[in-house]
C-alpha cells in the first residue's frame, strides 16, 4: 500500500508563505500524477495543483500565480509553495498519486490532509 504524508501546514498571517511537503513511500516517477486539492469549510474538495511524471503543471484558477508545485524525485517528495496567502486558502490541504497500470487500470491514493489557516 502507498502512503502519503503531508507535512508544513499551520497558521500563518494574510500575505504570508508556507511550503508544504508530501513525502510518498514509493517512487514518485512511479506516478503518473501527483498534486495537491483543498478541502474549505462547506465546499468541495478542490483541485489546487498537480504536476506530471513528465514535468507538467496544472493551477487551479484560484491559485495561479501564487502556488508552485515542485517535486524532488531523489526525495520521494513533491511540494507545494505558496504565497500571498489570504483567508480564503484556509484549508485541509491533501496529497494525491495515481498510478496507471494496463488499459483502464489504475490507482489512486490520497494523504491524510495537513491544515492551513490563514488569519491575523
Known amino acids: 500500500q502507498v502512503q502519503l504524508v503531508e507535512s508544513g501546514g499551520g497558521l500563518v498571517q494574510p500575505g504570508g508563505s508556507l511550503r508544504l511537503s508530501c513525502a510518498a513511500s514509493a517512487s514518485i516517477s512511479s506516478f503518473v500524477t501527483m498534486g495537491w486539492y483543498r478541502q474549505r469549510p462547506g465546499e468541495p474538495r478542490e483541485m489546487v495543483a498537480t504536476?506530471?511524471?513528465?514535468?507538467?503543471?496544472n493551477y487551479g484558477d484560484s491559485v495561479r500565480g501564487r502556488f508552485t508545485i515542485s517535486r524532488d524525485n531523489a526525495k520521494r517528495t513533491i511540494y507545494l509553495d505558496m504565497n500571498s496567502l489570504n483567508p480564503e486558502d484556509t484549508a485541509v490541504y491533501l496529497c494525491h498519486a495515481e498510478r496507471h497500470g494496463k488499459g483502464w487500470d489504475r490507482s489512486l491514493y490520497w494523504g491524510q490532509g495537513t491544515q492551513v489557516t490563514v488569519s491575523s
Open positions: 504536476t506530471t511524471a513528465g514535468g507538467y503543471t
